[in-house]
T-cell receptor, first 111, second 116 residues
Framework: DAGVTQSPTHLIKTRGQQVTLRCSPK?????VSWYQQALGQGPQFIFQ???????QRGNFPDRFSGHQFPNYSSELNVNALLLGDSALYLC??????????FGPGTRLTVL | AQSVTQPDIHITVSEGASLELRCNYS??????LFWYVQSPGQGLQLLLK??????LVQGIKGFEAEFKRSQSSFNLRKPSVHWSDAAEYFC??????????????FGTGTQLKVEL
């Protein structure tokens, strides 16, 4: 049974560019949450998707947006990248009565 | 607002020694509490969780944690540390299991170093 998968593993962008990160949830899970983990910090909640809609949102600007597809996979989009967006982006999947399980993350570097 | 405090940024223990990592939380209702472990450059692996019931919970890799409501704490323990336990440990609080697990709020982590 495959766990949560994320792509790409690493990504390098320049300031002002846009980026799309992808996540496939664990089999049987229908909810996807995204977190940003800056170096030396704990993960910070960005938003959560359920039934293709954003259910909850953390304290992140509108430059951060997402989408969930009918197969429950999800994308995180970040526009107008800033140096401060450099971080490990973690995706977690769950179902309504389960714990969140995390993927390996995507390391984004903004130059 | 929910929050988590992990007062120890770094901890060093000798292999075979016991371990306790501290976690204090703030939450307005019954909390759902978690411990995750992260190896360098990796994602988070769930060690254990507390939802309700017995306040002493057992997890993977020989870890356990005790929920103490009166102290708002959920400390992680292991009786004998192995060199492979060296990693960063995160405590997290969630607001329940309505509709998909709810958001998690993490502490800043405790970096564990194991001396051989």
């Amino acid at each position: 049974d495959a766990g949560v998968t994320q792509s790409p593993t690493h990504l390098i962008k320049t300031r002002g560019q846009q980026v799309t990160l992808r996540c496939s949830p664990k089999s049987g899970h229908d909810t996807v949450s995204w977190y940003q983990q800056a170096l030396g910090q704990g993960p910070q909640f960005i938003f959560q998707y359920y039934e293709e809609e954003e259910r909850q949102r953390g304290n992140f600007p509108d430059r951060f947006s997402g989408h969930q597809f009918p197969n429950y996979s999800s994308e995180l989009n970040v526009n107008a990248l800033l140096l401060g967006d450099s971080a490990l982006y973690l995706c977690a999947s769950s179902n309504p009565t389960d714990t969140q399980y995390f993927g390996p993350g995507t390391r984004l570097t903004v130059l | 607002a929910q929050s988590v405090t992990q007062p120890d940024i770094h901890i060093t223990v000798s292999e075979g020694a016991s371990l306790e990592l501290r976690c204090n939380y703030s939450y307005g209702a019954t909390p759902y509490l978690f411990w995750y472990v992260q190896s360098p450059g990796q994602g988070l692996q769930l060690l254990l969780k507390y939802f309700s019931g017995d306040t002493l919970v057992q997890g993977i890799k020989g870890f356990e944690a005790e929920f103490k409501r009166s102290q708002s704490s959920f400390n992680l323990r292991k009786p004998s540390v192995h060199w492979s336990d060296a990693a960063e440990y995160f405590c997290a609080v969630g607001g329940g299991l309505t509709g998909g697990g709810n958001k998690l709020t993490f502490g800043t982590g405790t970096q564990l170093k194991v001396e051989l």
